[in-house]
């Protein structure tokens, strides 16, 4: 018993047809693409199954599903509701797990991990999905879609850094040293003085402000709130398509940039971090834009052009999101941000993960024709430069983050508990130092 009833149900209407079970599974797999219409939940289908054909072409279309249990039963995927239904004997639908990938003749050794969004309800029956679409319809409206991307990016941002700025009070020595910036804006600390400290501080606590307000146009959300929303799921999705590329040697389908998904993408850890980036280059940009003044001197410069300061900020964000920098390897970050809305791996052949040029061993290994030659590898971007702060954090909730905090500090406590212990026993000869550290307890 391995075929199926399947109806597929969009805005459009409903597909309906007898299928072989494993397809089924596959199409719910898709969810992970977070399709929204029936076309886009076929182009998903190609991370799991190699399109030969139209998988659905014999389908039927209507305004009804087809209840009728056929073989191995029936399975619904309802895209408008995110409900699947599925009253099957050939497998037990699930949010998380993994497809053997199909080459167009036979199901391969190839496991694709895939997770469907936490909004999707999976029920067991046809009439546990009737009375869930009617619980489900009864329910308020979501929230309607949203570009978050045009407030994120554009004339609210601007707006918000150069009316924040107003109430900054900069002297010759800092505003010298905001000249002298990262990519990310920030003095090097061993070179800040006092003022310069005070200033650092009051950029990190505007861009903190920014990050941690709640705003209408968001529809009662932070920016911090909206960039976080999706970040576990899309950093699973990018994880999942690396493994897939490394396992096929191939690259893995993309979302289109027509599709649901890709036009109101969340946002992965990539591009969190070059957000962070970003806006701390642009809150340092508008302080440079400066002289060295009073605040009431700078209120009324600022307040006589502001659309001029908006379209000096627009013109360097265009420019730092659309050159190569230095902290992205020579990578441009509105590429690398695309590249994560279309769940696409950044990449690495084998020669460009040599550490030693001059070491043997490591040309072998990045030699792409040697038997010993590694496959591709993936660059990630961690976050690891931005403050330890709550607001810069990727913990959704503030008891998260201190939970974090307490568990690293009961770390950090009896790592060096533990390595003065081992420090003492070497004093007392119990122990013999490590020479590969130095005699230091690891």
Known sequence: MSELTLNLIDAGGTLHGRIHGSVADAAIAALSAEPETIPELVAALARYIKPLDKPFAWFRSGQRIDAERWDAGIVIIDLTTRIVAAESSYSQPVHEGQIHYHDGTQATDIPILFRVPDDWLFVNSVEAYQWSLLRRNREPSVKPPLDVREILYGTPLLEFIINECKNITITEAAADEGKRTSVAGEPAPETRDLG???????????????????????????????????????????????????????????????????????????????????????????????????????????????????????????????????????????????????????????????????????????????????????????????????????????????????????????????????????????????????????
Not at 261 to 268: D, E, L, T
Not at 370 to 394: I, R, T, Y
Not at 417 to 431: F, S, V
């Open 196 to 442: 310069e400290d005070r200033l650092y501080r009051e950029v990190c606590a505007i861009h903190a402000r920014w990050l941690m307000t709640a705003r209408e146009d968001l529809l009662g959300d932070s920016p911090r709130d909206v960039m976080l929303a999706k970040q576990d799921f899309i950093d699973f999705d990018l994880h999942s398509r690396s493994l897939q590329w490394s396992l096929q040697n191939e690259g893995p389908p993309c979302l289109s940039k027509e599709s649901f998904a890709y036009r109101f993408a969340g946002f992965g850890t990539h591009e969190w971090v070059i957000y962070y980036d970003l806006v701390r280059y642009l809150i340092w940009s508008a302080i440079e834009g400066k002289s060295p003044t009073e605040v009431g001197t700078l209120n009324a410069q600022l307040d006589d052009g502001m659309q001029f300061e908006i379209n000096r900020l627009a013109e360097i964000r265009s420019d730092w999101l659309n050159q190569p920098q230095d902290d992205y390897d020579g990578r441009i970050p509105a590429v690398l941000i695309e590249n994560e809305r279309k769940r696409l791996p950044i990449a690495l052949r084998p020669r460009d993960m040599i550490i030693d040029e001059d070491c043997p061993t490591c040309q072998m290994l990045g030699d792409e024709t040697s038997p010993l030659g590694m496959g591709v590898g993936f660059w990630f971007l961690d976050g690891s430069q931005m403050e330890e702060d709550f607001a810069f954090s990727s913990f959704r909730t503030r008891e998260e983050w201190e939970a974090e905090n307490h568990r690293r500090a009961e770390f950090d406590k009896e790592f060096n508990r533990k390595g003065e212990e081992r420090k003492q026993r070497i004093a007392r000869g119990e122990l013999e130092p490590d020479p590969d550290f130095d005699g230091e307890p690891f």
